[in-house]
């Protein structure tokens, strides 16, 4: 199975909305970015993700969930209500990718990003490589136990 970062802002989707919504999935939709887009596409069911808090007062990684639905078209894109509405992409040929997940676990505590970017190991991990703004990347099997081990 492959690992995955996804961020977040909490207000709109974080670790707490998981786990109130722990017994059903949480549709990870309104990515709009085409890189990320090529992530999700790769995601399958199982696998895992770390669930990152940003752009908020603590930022950080929260939590872990699991894909239980890979990559299908996001429906966000065709909904002209929706903040990701895109009137270019159509149903037959859809331009952008969903997942759906649930809580694995919430992380004893928050890693902040200052301490991922101190961690030796960690230097290739998009998330602490300056410039990088991606929403969703790759996690080596290597980057996640390292990071695991932050956690307790």
Not at 30 to 42: F, I, P, T
Not at 87 to 110: E, F, G, I
Not at 137 to 145: A, G, I, L, R, S
Request: charged share 25%.
């Amino acid at each position: 199975m492959a690992k995955w970062l996804v961020k977040s802002e909490p207000s709109e989707c974080g670790i707490d909305d998981f786990v109130e919504a722990s017994s059903t999935v949480i549709p990870w939709d309104g990515v709009r970015n085409y890189q990320a887009r090529n992530y999700l596409a790769k995601m399958r069911e199982g696998d895992e993700v770390f669930l990152y808090h940003s752009s908020c007062p603590a930022i950080g990684i929260a939590g872990i969930v699991r894909v239980v639905r890979g990559a299908y078209p996001d429906p966000s894109q065709f909904d002209p209500e929706s903040p990701y509405f895109d009137a270019k992409s159509h149903r037959d040929k859809p331009r952008w990718q969903a997942v759906d997940l649930t809580l694995v676990r919430q992380l004893p505590r928050l890693i902040p990003l200052h301490e991922l970017k101190g961690l030796p190991g960690l230097e290739n991990l998009p998330l602490v490589r300056k410039g990088s703004r991606l929403s969703v990347m790759p996690v080596t099997e290597d980057e996640w136990q390292l990071t695991l081990r932050l956690a307790s």
